[in-house]
């Protein structure tokens, strides 16, 4: 009877003994499941598989273009400013965003303070706009310097609707994504759609920036891909400056080309141009066919060619082509305040906004 029980004693301390070893091991696996589930694999623009967590919660951007596209999007989620806004950003963006700590960018003015950005601890430092050849190496290598991850998504005004789908996956912010998506491409439709009626009719115009006004938007240019659409750009040059300064040429060149439309860019001459007796004689001028490029809190027609643009196409082709256009312009550029700035306009803003913006 003794040695029964011994046995039975030995059974249960055996069983008992695997059974704690299985359910330590069964906690190990989980715990390692559970690590795995907080991170995913996102693939950005260039091709680059980066692990991310699965829930982004605090972001940076690499310039000021990428500034404004994520900002539509995800306004709470951003901790830091590539570019410090413009006081015409007062009453629109919130008083949060305002105030968030600048860390310079990565192109542009390459300014990039790398200390203070990892200090802040962002989980993800999102680079956007135009395809560059070294953007993989140089996001590879700020990964190493700070060891936060770094993606690329690609954008322009066209691919904007792209852009925002890819914003949502990568954010968790996909209904947000497709209402900014659904109104960028009922704008870009709209305008394609307009712009066959226009046909080989487009109005031959400049859009002139610059304190003395003598600095162009070339045709071909990433600064002028609105105007671009919208106008027979006369700014034909030989090596077209992709930045918001243009290309500068004379009064003389500007005579020459002549143009039917003028569209100043902000701090540029529009107010002077009528007593100038250089500009007085250009067509445009002379007719009163000229406007000035609404800023608040970004110019509306790019520098930098962001979502923004959109506010161009809604405003300047119905300044050029009216006849074509049945929308109400006030109506829809109060609905992109709201939708991309989560700011209510008011009439007095509007009014602010778009002073020098309409044709008599």
Not at 245 to 260: S, Y
Request: proline share 4%; net charge negative.
């Amino acid at each position: 009877m003794k040695r029964l029980l011994c046995f039975m004693l030995s059974l249960f301390m055996i069983f008992n003994m695997a059974a704690c070893n299985a359910e330590e091991g069964g906690q190990e696996d989980t715990s390692n499941d559970v690590s795995q589930a907080e991170n995913r694999i996102f693939t950005d623009s260039c091709g680059r598989e980066v692990e991310l967590p699965a829930e982004i919660t605090a972001y940076v951007t690499s310039g000021p273009l990428a500034q404004i596209i994520l900002y539509a999007i995800a306004p709470e989620e951003m901790v830091g400013l590539a570019t410090k806004w413009y006081d015409s950003a007062e009453g629109i963006i919130s008083e949060e965003a305002l105030g968030l700590p600048y860390f310079g960018q990565l192109y542009g003015s390459a300014n990039l303070n790398v200390e203070e950005l990892a200090l802040a601890a962002p989980q993800v430092l999102i680079d956007m706009g135009e395809v560059k050849d070294s953007v993989a190496k140089d996001l590879d290598k700020l990964q190493n310097q700070t060891n936060i991850p770094a993606v690329y998504v690609e954008s322009n005004m066209e691919m904007m609707p792209e852009t925002f789908r890819m914003l949502g996956e990568l954010l968790g912010k996909e209904e947000k994504a497709e209402e900014l998506t659904a109104f960028c491409e009922k704008v870009y439709n709209r305008t394609v759609s307009i712009m066959e009626k226009v046909g080989d009719n487009k109005i031959k115009g400049l859009f002139v920036v610059g304190e003395t006004g003598t600095n162009v938007l070339a045709y071909s240019s990433y600064q002028a891909e609105t105007f671009d659409m919208l106008a027979d750009n006369l700014a034909v040059v030989e090596s077209p400056i992709s930045k918001g300064t243009g290309n500068e040429v004379t009064m003389e060149q500007i005579a020459l080309w002549n143009p039917d439309f003028i569209l100043f860019g902000p701090n540029s001459v529009y107010e002077t141009c009528v007593d100038d007796s250089a500009w007085s004689e250009i067509k445009a001028v002379k007719n009163s066919n000229y406007i000035e490029v609404p800023e608040g809190p970004h110019n509306w027609m790019g520098s930098p060619p962001a979502v923004q643009q959109y506010l161009g196409l809604i405003w300047l082709t119905a300044q050029l082509y009216p006849e074509y256009c049945d929308y109400d312009v006030k109506a829809e550029i109060m609905e992109y305040y709201r939708l991309f700035y989560s700011c209510e306009l008011t009439d007095e803003q509007y009014e602010e906004l778009t002073k020098n913006a309409f044709l008599d």
